[in-house]
């Protein structure tokens, strides 16, 4: 991948993404672009600030989970928006997100991508990225939000195989899903663009406005799978998910709702939330 041009980036965004831009920064390599950014000043209710790297030393998943990239070979981008008013079911942000990555990554011309509950991005049954949500500041009327986006672009085989993904196969990425290298630029502006309408959109409507679409991109639905959590146990068929953003497990004639855990999908070895 070559270095990414902040230039090219704001010249490929469409205009009213770049009208709510504060500020963006692009760094060849940093510990996290989610960190670097919860540090930053909140930007202005409607306004946004971005962070883009082309490595990170210290990225993280959910849960902490490290997030892994090989120098030059992902984008790791992070925006930090607040809400004029706090939209509540801020835990279903991140799917929303995820909903707006899939798009983005339409836009380059992977077409075949899907979204694994909550948090994953799904190309051949392999993690092609992930995202993370972390509340910046927070009251009872606003919040502002650090949405960051981990994609693989075009990794080594040595990294393919020892990056730890959570998953049972290799990760996946757009290299070799496209067959060709992927302009940095092209697809932070198309990032931005997603996501940056997706945070407005989920701020007048909540979830709802995304729900019917998330289930489209459902990679899970209809796998056997075992979910981990705190109080025990869960077995059952993924069904999809709830209005609220929960995913559904059925056993029988139960349906429980699980919020967070640790999936396990048999035969594919562990495919962590």
């Known amino acids: 991948m070559s270095s990414i041009d902040a230039a090219a980036i704001r010249e490929a965004l469409n205009p009213a993404t770049a009208s709510m831009m504060a500020r963006l920064d692009v760094f060849p390599e940093i510990d996290s672009t989610n960190a670097w950014l919860m540090a930053q000043p909140a930007p202005e209710a409607g306004m946004h600030r971005v962070a883009i790297a082309g490595h990170q030393t210290a990225g993280r998943g959910r849960g902490d989970r490290r997030w892994l990239s090989a120098p030059g070979s992902s984008l790791c981008l992070s925006i930090a928006h607040t809400f004029h008013q706090n939209p509540g079911n801020l835990s279903a942000l991140t799917l929303a997100v995820g909903v707006a990555a899939v798009h983005a990554l339409r836009d380059t011309g992977a077409n075949d991508v899907k979204?694994?509950?909550?948090?994953?991005?799904?190309?051949?049954?392999?993690?092609?990225?992930?995202?993370?949500?972390?509340?910046?500041?927070?009251?009872?009327?606003?919040?502002?939000?650090?949405?960051?986006?981990?994609?693989?672009?075009?990794?080594?085989?040595?990294?393919?195989?020892?990056?730890?993904?959570?998953?049972?196969?290799?990760?996946?990425?757009?290299?070799?899903?496209?067959?060709?290298?992927?302009?940095?630029?092209?697809?932070?502006?198309?990032?931005?663009?997603?996501?940056?309408?997706?945070?407005?959109?989920?701020?007048?409507?909540?979830?709802?406005?995304?729900?019917?679409?998330?289930?489209?991109?459902?990679?899970?639905?209809?796998?056997?799978?075992?979910?981990?959590?705190?109080?025990?146990?869960?077995?059952?068929?993924?069904?999809?998910?709830?209005?609220?953003?929960?995913?559904?497990?059925?056993?029988?004639?139960?349906?429980?709702?699980?919020?967070?855990g640790s999936i396990e999908v048999p035969g594919m070895g562990s495919v962590r939330s």
């Open 115 to 260: 979204l694994k509950w909550p948090n994953d991005i799904v190309a051949g049954d392999g993690k092609l990225g992930g995202m993370l949500a972390e509340s910046h500041y927070r009251s009872e009327s606003s919040a502002t939000v650090v949405v960051g986006i981990g994609i693989n672009l075009d990794l080594p085989p040595d990294i393919l195989a020892s990056v730890d993904s959570g998953w049972a196969q290799s990760p996946a990425d757009l290299a070799s899903i496209l067959g060709s290298s992927v302009s940095a630029a092209a697809l932070s502006a198309a990032m931005i663009d997603h996501i940056v309408h997706s945070l407005t959109t989920f701020e007048g409507q909540g979830f709802h406005a995304f729900a019917e679409t998330w289930r489209r991109y459902d990679w899970l639905r209809g796998r056997t799978v075992s979910v981990r959590q705190p109080g025990g146990t869960v077995r059952g068929t993924a069904s999809g998910i709830d209005s609220d953003g929960a995913l559904l497990v059925q056993e029988a004639a139960t349906t429980t709702r699980v919020i967070s």
